[in-house]
């Protein structure tokens, strides 16, 4: 392995607290109304379920 066991675990966490992150402005971004707005929510949320699925393939 080409880093530590405690540096893989940190590197997995900070990427679900950008997760997190993601979900959360999507939401907030959804609720400011139609138009530009919805378009980057979308984008975030899209986002969120990348990283989501890379830190799975990471983990099995």
């Known amino acids: 392995m ?5 540096t893989f675990q ?8 950008g997760v997190a992150a993601l979900v ?5 971004l959804f609720r400011k109304g139609p ?3 919805r378009q980057k929510a979308w984008l975030m ?7 989501l699925a ?3 393939i990471w983990t099995v």
């Open 45 to 51: 949320l899209a986002a969120a379920i990348v990283l």
């Open 24 to 28: 959360l402005g999507g939401i907030s």
């Open 2 to 6: 080409l880093i530590g066991h405690t």
């Open 35 to 37: 138009g530009e707005h």
């Open 10 to 17: 940190v590197i997995l966490s900070i990427a679900m607290l």
């Open 54 to 56: 890379n830190v799975l």
